[in-house]
T-cell receptor, first 114, second 113 residues
Framework: KAGVTQTPRYLIKTRGQQVTLSCSPI?????VSWYQQTPGQGLQFLFE???????NKGNFPGRFSGRQFSNSRSEMNVSTLELGDSALYLC?????????????FGSGTRLTVV | GQQLNQSPQSMFIQEGEDVSMNCTSS?????WLWYKQEPGEGPVLLIA?????ELTSNGRLTAQFGITRKDSFLNISASIPSDVGIYFC?????????????FGQGTTLQVKP
């Protein structure tokens, strides 16, 4: 059974640019959550999507957005990149979004903003 | 952002020793999870706890859900070199708070062969 796939694995962008990250959940999983991991703030929840709808959102500025497609694949977008956006971005998938089935994380996308 | 208080921050132990780490929160959680993260990878679920007072084992790992629902601990017995990594606790609140886990700052474990 394939795991959660995140692409690309590494990305270098310039301040002011925008970036799109992709997450393909485990087959059959309909919930996708996104997290930002930095040395200073640790793992912080960005948002969660289920059946193409955003169900939950963390405390991040509007520059961070996402969407989910009908096949449950999800993308997150960061516009007007800042140096502080440099982080490991992780997505996690679950069957319906509850902890009972657990959350499986991908290997992440390492974003560096220069 | 909100975080759990996880301690210790790091541990450097001898192979064969037992390890204990814990997490505390000012908020009540319905579920506690323990993850391990290795370099270049995402967190991998080790143990999930769903009920206050619950004690669960997974091989050499044992975790407990505190009866106040505000804390949890993880023990690793007879550590081996492949236990090296960062261990995170995570709490999940109400059923309406879908997809959102609150994480501790992590405990970095190093094991000397």
């Amino acid at each position: 059974k394939a795991g959660v796939t995140q692409t690309p694995r590494y990305l270098i962008k310039t301040r002011g640019q925008q970036v799109t990250l992709s997450c393909s959940p485990i087959s059959g999983h309909r919930s996708v959550s996104w997290y930002q991991q930095t040395p200073g703030q640790g793992l912080q929840f960005l948002f969660e999507y289920f059946s193409e709808t955003q169900r939950n959102k963390g405390n991040f500025p509007g520059r961070f957005s996402g969407r989910q497609f009908s096949n449950s694949r999800s993308e997150m977008n960061v516009s007007t990149l800042e140096l502080g956006d440099s982080a490991l971005y992780l997505c996690a998938s679950s069957l319906v979004g509850g902890v009972a089935n657990g959350y499986t994380f991908g290997s992440g996308t390492r974003l560096t903003v220069v | 952002g909100q975080q759990l208080n996880q301690s210790p921050q790091s541990m450097f132990i001898q192979e064969g020793e037992d390890v204990s780490m814990n997490c505390t929160s000012s908020s009540i959680f319905n579920t506690w999870l323990w993850y391990k993260q290795e370099p270049g990878e995402g967190p991998v679920l080790l143990i999930a706890l769903y009920k206050a007072g619950e004690l669960t084992s997974n091989g050499r790992l044992t975790a407990q859900f505190g009866i106040t629902r505000k804390d949890s601990f993880l023990n690793i017995s007879a550590s081996i070199p492949s236990d090296v990594g960062i261990y995170f606790c995570a709490g999940h609140g109400s059923s309406g708070n879908t997809g959102k886990l609150i994480f501790g700052q992590g405990t970095t474990l190093q094991v000397k062969p």
